[in-house]
């Protein structure tokens, strides 16, 4: 769900940057800019369903949201972990704000100040991998894995192993061995892991190396397109990518479907963009605030 | 215009606390809560005409638009002055928000962290007093002054001296002394200075004397009615008044409209407020996002 799609100055129609990533319910919030809390309501979102909030820079537009879900969440009766991961900076942030405001949190709120390589794990199981980005202030990007699914159980080979749909199946999907007709039959000679689906979400960032690296192999990759190719200058100075070099990022990567973020007040529809990167990577779209990507293996 | 009305947690009608006063075009925001500056855009409102904040207490609800708001006043080419009056703390928060995000501004911010008693003269001439109220924390009222306006002329003394329609009466209007049959007249002889509208705002108060004996003498009231009477004890606990308090103060200081404001998430429509409030002072509103109050001398 796409909270606010704009660069870093909002419009009556894009709201300052901020994702949902749902999954069963938890919600994993990708930047959290001014306005973030009013949207999460707006959409039908509850704030206390956040386990993380991930921020990829620490530029005013990207976290000024985030002492005032910090605040709301304890005036909502939240009392459950809260994690936060992002850049340097940030806990130092959090806490001035805080302590500005009077405030001390009455539930327990983890930051951590990531580096490129690094791996959480959430509560709900969610994996996160942080990766560097390029842009004008230490940034990072992160991909999002699904948890594992049940593995799926191959048919066929249980039938030639005489295994029938019952209790042994479900043992064997569950990881463990079992003994069949005399014969120990391992889970890998009949269930199938599942693949997981990958988000991989840019922040900021000019289409760098190591974008482009760390992109590679996620099934979604949603990225920052805040000009049109004819404004790459202007883009790369700023240290953003154009519709363009997200395609192009989509297109080298095998990514199977790209959305455009982080757009320019000056464009007022999405078809400049869109024809800018469909040449490249058809399977493009423009992220509009309130729009939700479903998402099926 | 009410930007936002709503108590510590927004809800989809009502945006976290913030009035634009505008005066011939100039505006000065009365608290910044989250989302300020698109409730601005949103109500036409460019934030360049913003000449002063005032920020009537540190609390999260009341100041987290500020930093967002001044780095966007910097996006969209502000050069002139920008004046920021609240109470202690405001310049460090401001301060450390800007570092924490790698900003330094790009237009003059004068910051002030004032007392009760103070007052300023803003550029566009219009008068901010500062006054005392009672909130949990250190907290700040404001009244507003318009601008003088041009005397007006009393046509039956102009008459009685026999000064005639045009430039002798100009001059009187302009405070100059004129002779007129050889005589010397003075301006208070035929012109009579003109009322100056005064709004005051108490943020989030409890309905103490300090705010009484400050509101003495306003013509338009906005103050905090955060609950109905009903919800006394928890109003006061947490330093807030009640709409039937919002009234009483009303009807004690000779105001001659009361808007109440900063309403509780739990309060759907205006009705239970209003007739709280209105058997005690009938010229009762309550504030609405984007509702906008003419007031004309």
Redo the contacts between chains.
């Keep these: 769900m796409f909270l606010g799609t704009s660069a ?5 129609e894009r ?2 940057p901020s994702i949902a990533y749902v999954y069963r319910g938890t919600v994993v919030l990708l930047d959290a ?3 973030t ?2 949207a999460l ?2 959409y039908g979102l509850s704030p206390l369903r956040v386990e993380a909030v991930l921020v990829t820079h ?4 990207h ?3 985030l ?2 879900l910090l ?2 969440m304890a ?2 009766g939240r009392k459950h972990l809260l994690t936060i991961i992002g850049p340097k ?1 940030l806990h ?2 959090v806490t ?2 805080a302590k ?4 001390l949190p009455s539930y327990p709120v983890a930051v951590y100040e990531a580096s490129p390589g690094d791996k959480y794990r959430l509560p709900s199981g969610i994996e996160v991998e942080v990766f560097k980005t390029c842009h ?2 230490p940034s990072l990007g992160f991909k999002l894995v699904e948890p594992p699914r049940k593995p799926r159980v191959d048919l066929e080979a249980a039938k030639r192993l005489g295994i029938r749909p019952g209790p042994l199946l479900g043992k064997l999907q569950a990881g463990e061995a079992v003994v069949v007709r005399g014969r120990v039959v391992k889970p890998e000679e009949v269930v199938r892991p599942q693949p997981r689906l990958v988000v991989a979400y840019t922040g900021d960032t000019s289409p760098c190396s190591e974008v482009i690296e760390a992109v590679r192999g996620s099934d979604v990759l949603v990225m920052d397109a805040t000009f049109t190719s004819d404004m790459a200058e202007e883009a790369y100075e700023e240290g953003h990518a154009t519709a363009r070099d997200a395609a192009l990022v989509a297109a080298k990567t095998g990514v199977k479907l790209l959305v455009l973020i982080h757009i320019s007040a000056r464009y007022e529809d999405d078809e400049p963009l869109l024809s800018d990167a469909k040449r490249f990577f058809w399977n493009t779209h423009v992220a509009r605030d309130g729009a939700k990507l479903v998402l099926r293996p």
């Design positions: 870093a100055v909002p419009t009556r709201g300052l800019g001014e306005g809390q009013r309501q707006m620490m530029h005013g537009d976290v000024f949201g002492p005032g605040q709301s005036m909502l900076g130092k942030f001035e704000a500005a405001t009077y405030w004008r202030i």
